[in-house]
């Protein structure tokens, strides 16, 4: 990248960095659970989970950020997706393919076993995110913890989750109402760097792209060609799995996400989209040419999970995840 290019783009990722530091996180803190469960540590029990989860099971990692990033931007990070009901969040189609509800329900068990009633579900889900992505060679960052579990969940508010097919402004439009700005979009779309999808889903992109018969032309080609043979030949007999990165790097938090989708290899249409709106594309570049992404990532991270918290005498602590009390 030339120097001058290089100070640009850092100045106007100062600038939209800057514009959306204001914190919202109520009465979050750090090492909030100190003492708080005797001789117990709360983060060592949560971390010592997901090192035992992801020792077997390295998928966790998506399945942490998914929860995640689908708890929070519905109704705030209160857990109502763990709810378990007709009718609740997880019975919402955008949350079908979420996963990792059995692991929450371990580590809930753990802490329940050493400090009943003290640790929210809501705080295990940011606490286990911020480990997984740590041990999968993302950004080691600290999370502030305080937060309480909501009392409702309801399907009809997953709606306002960006589906697959979104187009960039919808997408901004869509984070802003919930105070996350167009760069955060970008930092936090890069989760799939360790995401997956299925050929259903992407289907119409390969062979019928709106409506032609023909595979999107913003896609590579020879990509075309490798997803339609391999991964999603007509006619295949399961609806597999397609990898959103580089299949080398699928299991590594990285910046390699960016990379793909400048190679026109963005698997899901808002992946390609994200690197080719005018408004976007020069986040792709930039976070694919840097290494500001580790950093970048875990402060929306952060943004994320201190959206709509619930702190003090509000909702309350769940003993079990998948019920209110």
Known sequence: MQPARSAALLAAVAVV????????????????YAGKCGNASVETIIQDAVKARLAWDKRMVAGLLHLQFHDCFVDGCDAS??????????????????FGYDFIDDVKTA????????????????AATRD????????????????RDGMVSQASRASILPGPNVD??????????KNLNSFDMAILMGAHTVGVTHCSVIHDRLYDFNGTGLPDPGMDPLYVWILTTFACPKGQAFDNIVYLDDPSSILLVDKSYYAQIMKRHGVLAVDQALGDHSSTAWMVNFLATTDFFPSMFSYALNKLAALDVLTGT????????RRTN
């Open 17 to 32: 960095v800057l514009a959306s530091a204001a914190s919202c996180r109520g009465q979050l803190a750090n090492n909030y």
């Open 81 to 98: 997706i763990l709810l378990d009901g007709p009718n609740t969040e997880k019975t919402a189609v955008q949350n079908s393919g979420i």
């Open 314 to 321: 509000a909702g309350e602590i769940r003993k079990n995840c």
């Open 168 to 177: 960039i402004p919808t997408a901004i439009s869509l984070f802003s109402k």
């Open 132 to 147: 997984a992505v740590a041990m999968c060679g993302g950004p080691r960052y600290q999370v502030q913890l305080g937060r």
């Open 111 to 126: 802490l329940e076993n050493v400090c009943p009633g003290v640790v929210s579900c809501a705080d295990i889900i940011i």
